[in-house]
């Protein structure tokens, strides 16, 4: 069993639909991330966050550390949003210098 | 924001020769460098840990004779693949630590765009 998985898998959505994607660990944790990787290879580091909730435009991300659970949140979301989503999580303490354990991505496809 | 460049963006290379990457923080100085190798569908594997000034950590199972990092200043990062063969074609990503000053509680990590090997 991984340390971090995500669901769903693959997501496909029509345009404006609100989506949700789940990020669930295993392990003690100082951070968790939340990463966009366009087709093309470049990845873009959407939030970090060790509580509460964060929102950047139409993203919101939420932790629960108790459950040891994350959501991301696209509202409204656009064809332009279609990408890898990842979840990655540092493990320990020491903040972004820990290694990072990622989770297998959410293929997200949103449809005009 | 802080950026985080890598060259070459895609290198093809004949099997044996060597290769070198460069992870580059043009903006920020950053004494933790971390490179990363991604197969096709797959999520990232964590390679090793540079460290300005010191010698890298290797995860498990990655060669260090194979994958020569060195980390000569703070904003950069190389990587040697050496005596390159077909199984080492991947993509490759570094990331920057950018170290937290006194007003902020956290550090934050960059990501380079990524070097996509492929070796005949």
């Known amino acids: 069993k991984n340390e971090v998985e995500q669901s769903p898998q693959n997501l496909t959505a029509q345009e404006g639909e609100f989506i949700t994607i789940n990020c669930s660990y295993s392990?003690?944790?100082?951070?968790l991330h939340w990463l966009q990787q366009h087709p093309g290879g470049g990845i873009v580091s959407l939030f970090m966050?060790?509580?509460g909730k964060k929102k950047h435009g139409r993203l919101i991300a939420t932790i629960n550390i108790q459950e040891k659970h994350s959501s991301l949140h696209i509202t409204a979301s656009h064809p332009r949003d279609s990408a890898v989503y990842i979840c990655?999580?540092?493990?320990?303490?020491?903040?972004?210098?820990?290694?990072?354990?990622f989770g297998t991505g959410t293929l997200l496809a949103v449809q005009p | 924001g802080a950026v985080v460049s890598q060259h070459p963006s895609r290198v093809i290379c004949k099997s044996g020769t060597s290769v070198k990457i460069e992870c580059r923080s043009l903006?920020?100085?950053?004494?933790?460098m971390f490179w990363y190798r991604q197969f096709p569908k797959k999520s990232l594997m964590l390679m090793a840990t540079?460290?300005?000034?010191?010698?890298?950590?290797?995860e498990q199972g990655v060669e260090k004779d194979k994958f020569l990092i060195n980390h000569a200043s703070l904003t950069l990062s190389t990587l040697t693949v050496t005596s390159a063969h077909p199984e080492d074609s991947s993509f490759y990503i570094c990331?920057?630590?950018?170290?937290?000053?006194?007003?902020?509680?956290?550090?934050?990590?960059?990501f380079g765009p990524g070097t996509r090997l492929t070796v005949l």
């Open positions: 990331s920057a630590v950018r170290l937290a000053g006194k007003q902020k509680i956290t550090d934050t990590q960059y």
């Open positions: 392990v003690g944790i100082s951070a």
């Open positions: 966050l060790s509580s």
């Open positions: 990655a999580v540092s493990s320990g303490w020491g903040g972004a210098t820990n290694k990072l354990i």
């Open positions: 903006d920020f100085q950053a004494t933790t």
């Open positions: 540079s460290n300005e000034g010191s010698k890298a950590t290797y």
